[in-house]
């Protein structure tokens, strides 16, 4: 497998819920390296554009609505095979289908308020990591 970097957030169910320092434990004893952390609270236009694939989908405003109703923590992580191995960390989007283990199935209260977002493939990767961080700010 070879070394990849992908983008993540902890979600505002999460932060507010008080789940921030778990799932970066969970993280980082699975192997990743946090290259890049920070607190942000997203505007509405950061969160549209973000989503911005979404925008036909019956849930995007509702999805922007909740991206901004406060702190999220995003996140740059490296490990081998990191977008794969960050997905299956992360579990289902809808938490009713997550693994055991996953952080969905420990901490998501339903499918939209699913406590973590991650790159779903090299390119999204490659797009969501400096939609976020500049090049100083990884480490
Ligand atoms: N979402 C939602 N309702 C749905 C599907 C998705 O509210 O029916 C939200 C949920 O927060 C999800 C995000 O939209 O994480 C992006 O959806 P996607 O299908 O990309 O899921 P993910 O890649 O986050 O697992
Ligand atoms: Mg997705």
Do not use: C
């Given at each position: ?35 890049g952390m920070k607190m942000r ?32 923590v995003v ?57 976020f961080f500049?090049?100083?700010e990884?480490?």
């Amino acid at each position: 497998m070879a070394l990849e970097r992908t983008f993540g957030i902890i979600k505002p169910d999460a932060v507010k819920n008080g789940n921030t320092g778990e799932i970066l434990t969970m993280i980082q004893k699975d192997g990743f390296r946090i290259v890049g952390m920070k607190m942000r609270r997203l505007s509405k236009h950061e969160a549209e554009a973000f989503y911005a694939v979404h925008k036909e989908r019956p849930f995007y405003s509702g999805l922007v609505t909740f991206m901004t109703e406060g702190p999220v923590v995003v996140l740059a992580l490296e490990r081998e095979g990191a977008i794969a191995k960050w997905r299956e960390l992360m579990g289902a989007t809808n938490p009713a289908n997550a693994a055991e283990g996953t952080i969905r199935k420990k901490f998501a209260e339903n499918i939209e308020r699913n406590s973590v977002h991650g790159s779903d493939a090299p390119e999204t990767a490659a797009q969501e990591i400096p939609f976020f961080f500049s090049s100083s700010e990884l480490l």
